[in-house]
Nanobody, 119 residues
Framework: VQLVESGGGLVQPGGSLRLSCAAS????????VTWYRQAPGKERDLVAV????????NYADSVKGRFTISRDNAKNTVYLQMNNLKPEDTAVYYC?????????????WGQGTQVIVSS
């Protein structure tokens, strides 16, 4: 079971990036998938959530209107499209897949991908 994030990098303010979170060993369908981020010296914060099999999404106020979370079930991948990036978006971005049910809790994390927004 593995989550692998990719797509991070250095971008100028106002630019865009698309992060990918690819799952192996399980399928995303029954999981809530969440993007978090952690800036240096700060706590890990929720950025965006894609709820399982129903498609509802939620966003942190700081990214509403700029970021979009989406799923490609055929590719078993979740994306975070980030537009109009700001220096305060600089952080390591992590993907999490979570579900709880009769068999217990499954909670998986990726290794993170660095995003730097700077001129």
């Amino acid at each position: 079971v593995q989550l692998v994030e990719s797509g991070g990098g250095l971008v100028q303010p106002g630019g865009s990036l698309r992060l990918s979170c690819a799952a192996s060993g399980f399928t995303f369908n029954p999981y809530n998938v969440t993007w978090y981020r952690q800036a240096p010296g700060k706590e890990r914060d929720l950025v965006a959530v894609s709820r399982r099999a129903g498609g509802m999404t939620n966003y942190a106020d700081s990214v509403k209107g700029r970021f979009t979370i989406s799923r490609d079930n055929a590719k078993n991948t979740v994306y975070l499209q980030m537009n109009n990036l700001k220096p305060e978006d600089t952080a390591v971005y992590y993907c999490n897949a979570y579900r709880a049910g009769p068999l217990g809790v499954q909670d998986y994390w990726g290794q993170g991908t660095q995003v730097i927004v700077s001129s």
